[in-house]
């Protein structure tokens, strides 16, 4: 996944791209994020979605089943 600000600096809007296997499969419009604020129940979960889901179309938890090589976050915060 990759997130393009539209400016620089926290809780601002962009565009996002998704990948698989590096091939773009998706990408759209984000609007202005939140700086940093989560409830108690939400975590960053890599192969399943511990907190609420992200989508009505799954009950969570939704566990992938497949392989995950490899994760990376990258943080513009700063620039």
Known sequence: MEFDYERAGPANGGNITMFINGNKVAEGKVEPTMPSRFSDDETLDVGLDAGSPVSDQYASP?????MIDRV????AAGE
């Open 62 to 66: 939704f566990k992938f089943t497949g």
């Open 72 to 75: 990376e976050v990258n943080s």
